[in-house]
């Protein structure tokens, strides 16, 4: 793998084409409005002493403008989650049926042919639009979905080949975080997010904040699986998880 400074300079260069793409209207327009949104928790953090800007960690790369005043932190604490007990809770039901849909993984959206190994998926929501007849082929996982807060922006099975890895990127939005429930074949299977290294376990959850510049690398000998799921930050509004969800519909 190339030097992280390498990367950086890369992924510098994909989100600037990325924005490019975007238009500087729609960016000035997403930026006015994140900053008004963002107002209460502006003020509530002011007076008790923590009004600073958005964070200027050098490996927080989102595609989109940061939302202003949202804590910062590569990988998180899960009591600060406390709903992913859930996720370890079903996990019996949830690989039963990883094993029965394994045949119909495609490439993930986010694959790179500079992956040296594909990333696949086996998606139940993607970009705020659910994957109707993935859902009904696993019942049991749709409801779990239903009793969670995932926002609908990137939901699947995740499976990485033995001794594969994925380079380092990020993701589009610092509002957004992920948590993954390793399903299977986790042992050897390591996550750094910006910088920070976490080991993957069988019905272990990580949760992180993929804004962060984060890659993967699977030392193991087996397929390894998990359960992605986005979900907003919780120290967003309603209203600024409204005015996201708009964003999330209008990027399909």
């Known amino acids: 793998m190339q030097a992280l400074d390498e990367w950086l300079t890369t992924i510098q260069s994909e989100n600037a084409a990325f924005r490019a793409k975007t238009g500087a209207v729609k960016l000035v327009i997403f930026r006015a409005i994140s900053w008004l949104l963002a107002m209460p928790r502006r003020l509530a953090?002011?007076?008790?002493?923590?009004?600073?800007?958005?964070?200027?960690?050098?490996?927080?790369?989102?595609w989109l403008p940061l939302l202003p005043a949202l804590k910062a932190t590569p990988i998180h604490d899960l009591r600060d989650h406390p709903w992913t007990q859930r996720l370890r809770q079903v996990l019996p039901e949830?690989?039963?049926?990883?094993?029965?849909?394994?045949?119909?993984?495609a490439l993930a959206r986010y694959d790179s042919d500079l992956n040296p190994?594909?990333?696949?998926?086996?998606?139940?929501?993607?970009?705020?639009?659910?994957?109707?007849?993935h859902l009904a082929a696993c019942p049991r996982t749709a409801e779990l979905l239903r009793q969670v807060p995932h926002n609908g922006f990137h939901v699947c099975f995740s499976a990485i080949e033995p001794g594969g890895s994925l380079h380092p990127h990020s993701g589009p939005t610092n509002a957004s975080l992920v948590a993954h429930l390793g399903l299977d074949g986790c042992a050897g299977a390591r996550i750094w997010v910006a910088g920070k290294p976490a080991e993957y376990n069988d019905g272990e959850v990580l949760?992180?904040?993929?804004?962060?510049?984060?890659?993967?690398?699977?030392?193991?000998?087996q397929m390894r699986y998990?359960?992605?799921i986005t979900f907003w930050h919780p120290e967003l509004t309603w209203l600024e998880r409204v005015f996201l969800r708009r964003v999330v519909r209008t990027a399909r």
């Open 45 to 62: 953090k002011a007076l008790h002493g923590d009004g600073r800007g958005p964070s200027m960690h050098e490996h927080q790369l989102p």
């Open 94 to 105: 949830i690989r039963e049926e990883l094993a029965d849909v394994q045949r119909s993984f």
């Open 117 to 133: 190994k594909r990333w696949t998926a086996y998606y139940f929501h993607l970009l705020g639009r659910p994957i109707r007849e």
């Open 207 to 221: 949760v992180f904040d993929d804004s962060f510049v984060h890659w993967v690398e699977h030392a193991g000998t």
């Open 226 to 228: 998990t359960l992605m």
